[in-house]
Protein backbone atom coordinates (compact mmCIF):
# COMPACT_ATOMS: atom_id res chain seq x y z
CA UNK A 1 0.00 0.00 0.00
CA UNK A 2 2.70 2.39 1.06
CA UNK A 3 4.81 1.29 -2.22
CA UNK A 4 1.40 2.00 -4.22
CA UNK A 5 1.40 5.91 -2.38
CA UNK A 6 5.17 6.34 -3.19
CA UNK A 7 4.57 5.33 -6.94
CA UNK A 8 1.52 7.58 -7.18
CA UNK A 9 3.19 10.87 -5.31
CA UNK A 10 5.97 9.96 -7.47
CA UNK A 11 3.77 9.77 -10.91
CA UNK A 12 2.04 13.33 -9.90
CA UNK A 13 5.13 15.57 -9.36
CA UNK A 14 6.55 13.87 -12.64
CA UNK A 15 3.14 15.14 -14.67
CA UNK A 16 3.10 18.45 -12.59
CA UNK A 17 6.92 18.96 -13.29
CA UNK A 18 6.46 18.25 -17.09
CA UNK A 19 3.71 20.46 -17.59
CA UNK A 20 5.31 22.68 -15.88
CA UNK A 21 8.24 22.12 -18.48
CA UNK A 22 5.40 22.24 -21.56
CA UNK A 23 4.24 25.72 -20.24
CA UNK A 24 7.66 27.88 -19.98
CA UNK A 25 8.35 25.63 -23.02
CA UNK A 26 5.26 27.15 -24.71
CA UNK A 27 6.19 30.82 -23.22
CA UNK A 28 9.72 30.84 -24.68
CA UNK A 29 8.17 29.58 -28.20
CA UNK A 30 5.86 32.91 -27.98
CA UNK A 31 8.51 35.16 -26.23
CA UNK A 32 11.12 34.06 -29.15
CA UNK A 33 8.49 34.69 -31.83
CA UNK A 34 7.56 37.93 -31.02
CA UNK A 35 11.51 38.77 -30.73
CA UNK A 36 11.51 37.83 -34.11
CA UNK A 37 8.64 39.98 -35.20
CA UNK A 38 10.35 42.74 -33.61
CA UNK A 39 13.89 42.09 -35.08
CA UNK A 40 12.64 41.03 -38.61
CA UNK A 41 14.93 41.68 -41.16
CA UNK A 42 15.27 42.30 -44.82
CA UNK A 43 18.75 40.13 -45.18
CA UNK A 44 20.47 39.26 -49.18
CA UNK A 45 23.74 38.68 -50.01
CA UNK A 46 24.38 39.52 -53.83
CA UNK A 47 27.66 38.24 -56.03
CA UNK A 48 29.46 40.76 -59.22
CA UNK A 49 32.61 38.69 -60.51
CA UNK A 50 34.58 38.61 -57.42
CA UNK A 51 32.53 41.31 -55.49
CA UNK A 52 29.91 40.47 -52.97
CA UNK A 53 27.71 42.36 -51.11
CA UNK A 54 25.47 41.98 -47.91
CA UNK A 55 22.18 44.13 -47.35
CA UNK A 56 20.84 44.16 -44.15
CA UNK A 57 17.72 46.34 -43.10
CA UNK A 58 15.57 46.04 -39.89
CA UNK A 59 11.55 46.16 -40.99
CA UNK A 60 10.56 48.40 -38.14
CA UNK A 61 9.94 52.23 -38.03
CA UNK A 62 9.09 54.65 -40.83
CA UNK A 63 12.71 55.50 -41.59
CA UNK A 64 15.32 52.45 -41.43
CA UNK A 65 18.84 52.35 -41.56
CA UNK A 66 20.10 49.83 -43.89
CA UNK A 67 23.81 48.38 -43.53
CA UNK A 68 26.15 47.45 -46.93
CA UNK A 69 29.19 45.84 -46.69
CA UNK A 70 30.98 45.73 -50.01
CA UNK A 71 33.96 43.01 -50.20
CA UNK A 72 36.72 42.32 -52.81
CA UNK A 73 37.22 38.52 -52.43
CA UNK A 74 37.99 38.51 -48.65
CA UNK A 75 38.49 41.99 -48.60
CA UNK A 76 35.92 44.38 -46.87
CA UNK A 77 36.26 47.16 -48.92
CA UNK A 78 33.61 49.19 -47.13
CA UNK A 79 30.98 48.97 -44.51
CA UNK A 80 28.32 51.84 -43.96
CA UNK A 81 25.13 52.68 -43.31
CA UNK A 82 22.46 54.83 -44.49
CA UNK A 83 18.76 55.92 -43.94
CA UNK A 84 16.01 54.70 -46.57
CA UNK A 85 12.55 55.78 -46.44
CA UNK A 86 9.95 53.30 -45.73
CA UNK A 87 10.71 49.22 -46.01
CA UNK A 88 13.24 47.88 -48.25
CA UNK A 89 11.84 45.93 -50.64
CA UNK A 90 14.79 44.82 -52.70
CA UNK A 91 18.48 45.23 -53.59
CA UNK A 92 20.58 43.80 -57.15
CA UNK A 93 24.00 44.24 -58.46
CA UNK A 94 24.55 45.29 -61.86
CA UNK A 95 26.85 47.26 -64.21
CA UNK A 96 24.24 49.53 -65.84
CA UNK A 97 27.40 51.31 -67.60
CA UNK A 98 29.44 48.93 -68.67
CA UNK A 99 32.73 49.77 -67.17
CA UNK A 100 33.19 46.22 -65.20
CA UNK A 101 32.86 47.70 -61.99
CA UNK A 102 29.72 46.83 -60.09
CA UNK A 103 26.93 49.02 -59.11
CA UNK A 104 24.27 47.97 -55.76
CA UNK A 105 20.94 48.96 -55.72
CA UNK A 106 18.95 49.00 -53.27
CA UNK A 107 14.78 49.34 -53.38
CA UNK A 108 12.39 50.62 -50.81
CA UNK A 109 8.75 51.39 -50.39
CA UNK A 110 6.98 54.20 -48.73
CA UNK A 111 4.71 53.32 -45.69
CA UNK A 112 1.02 53.94 -46.37
CA UNK A 113 -1.28 53.63 -49.33
CA UNK A 114 1.16 55.37 -52.42
CA UNK A 115 3.79 52.52 -51.73
CA UNK A 116 6.07 55.06 -53.45
CA UNK A 117 9.38 53.81 -55.13
CA UNK A 118 12.86 54.95 -54.33
CA UNK A 119 16.15 53.64 -55.60
CA UNK A 120 19.43 53.68 -53.79
CA UNK A 121 22.73 52.90 -55.57
CA UNK A 122 26.67 53.02 -55.41
CA UNK A 123 29.19 51.86 -57.93
CA UNK A 124 32.48 50.65 -56.41
CA UNK A 125 35.32 51.56 -58.34
CA UNK A 126 38.86 51.05 -57.34
CA UNK A 127 39.70 53.55 -55.50
CA UNK A 128 36.07 54.91 -54.04
CA UNK A 129 32.33 54.00 -53.41
CA UNK A 130 30.24 56.92 -55.76
CA UNK A 131 27.34 57.88 -55.04
CA UNK A 132 24.09 57.28 -57.46
CA UNK A 133 21.37 59.60 -57.28
CA UNK A 134 18.01 59.37 -59.98
CA UNK A 135 17.71 62.02 -61.51
CA UNK A 136 14.21 63.92 -61.42
CA UNK A 137 12.90 60.56 -59.94
CA UNK A 138 9.38 62.22 -58.86
CA UNK A 139 9.43 65.28 -61.87
CA UNK A 140 9.30 63.31 -64.50
CA UNK A 141 6.20 61.22 -63.19
CA UNK A 142 2.46 61.19 -66.05
CA UNK A 143 -0.56 62.33 -65.28
CA UNK A 144 -2.37 59.39 -63.15
CA UNK A 145 0.89 58.27 -61.03
CA UNK A 146 0.02 56.83 -57.53
CA UNK A 147 3.21 55.17 -56.76
CA UNK A 148 3.22 51.41 -56.05
CA UNK A 149 6.17 51.04 -58.40
CA UNK A 150 8.10 47.95 -59.28
CA UNK A 151 11.79 48.32 -59.51
CA UNK A 152 14.60 45.90 -60.95
CA UNK A 153 17.28 45.40 -63.44
CA UNK A 154 17.36 44.05 -66.74
CA UNK A 155 20.82 44.44 -68.98
CA UNK A 156 21.71 48.11 -68.94
CA UNK A 157 18.65 49.34 -67.90
CA UNK A 158 16.75 50.38 -64.64
CA UNK A 159 13.28 49.21 -65.16
CA UNK A 160 10.46 51.13 -62.93
CA UNK A 161 6.69 49.93 -63.69
CA UNK A 162 3.34 51.37 -61.99
CA UNK A 163 -0.01 52.09 -62.61
CA UNK A 164 -1.95 55.02 -63.81
CA UNK A 165 -5.11 56.31 -62.24
CA UNK A 166 -7.90 57.32 -63.65
CA UNK A 167 -10.03 60.41 -62.34
CA UNK A 168 -12.64 58.39 -59.56
CA UNK A 169 -10.41 55.54 -59.66
CA UNK A 170 -10.25 53.52 -55.84
CA UNK A 171 -6.48 53.34 -54.21
CA UNK A 172 -6.52 49.57 -55.11
CA UNK A 173 -8.30 49.53 -58.37
CA UNK A 174 -6.22 51.54 -61.28
CA UNK A 175 -7.70 51.68 -64.90
CA UNK A 176 -5.05 53.42 -67.04
CA UNK A 177 -3.16 50.54 -67.22
CA UNK A 178 0.81 50.46 -66.68
CA UNK A 179 3.74 52.22 -67.47
CA UNK A 180 7.20 51.44 -67.46
CA UNK A 181 10.16 53.95 -67.33
CA UNK A 182 14.02 53.07 -68.28
CA UNK A 183 16.73 54.59 -66.58
CA UNK A 184 20.47 54.75 -68.23
CA UNK A 185 23.31 55.35 -65.66
CA UNK A 186 25.55 58.33 -66.63
CA UNK A 187 28.32 59.96 -65.05
CA UNK A 188 27.59 63.21 -63.50
CA UNK A 189 30.29 65.02 -61.17
CA UNK A 190 32.06 62.95 -58.89
CA UNK A 191 29.11 60.32 -58.75
CA UNK A 192 26.79 58.99 -61.29
CA UNK A 193 22.78 59.95 -62.08
CA UNK A 194 19.60 57.06 -63.27
CA UNK A 195 18.78 59.05 -66.30
CA UNK A 196 15.28 58.61 -67.66
CA UNK A 197 15.47 57.52 -71.40
Same mark, same amino acid.
Given at each position: ????? &? &? ?87 ? /? ?61 ? &? ?24 ? /? ?12
Amino acid at each position: MVGRI &C &CLLVGMIWLVGAAQGKRQGVLSTMAYQQAASVESLFNKALRFNVYTFTVTAADTGRVREVQVKAYRGELLLTNFQVRVDGAVTGAEVAD /LDNNRFPELYVYSTSDGSGSFGRVYGWQFLPERKADITPANWRNTMPQGYMGHDSLWVEQDIL &CRKFPIYQPGDANAEPSGGYQMMRYK /LQPAGAGFSLIAE
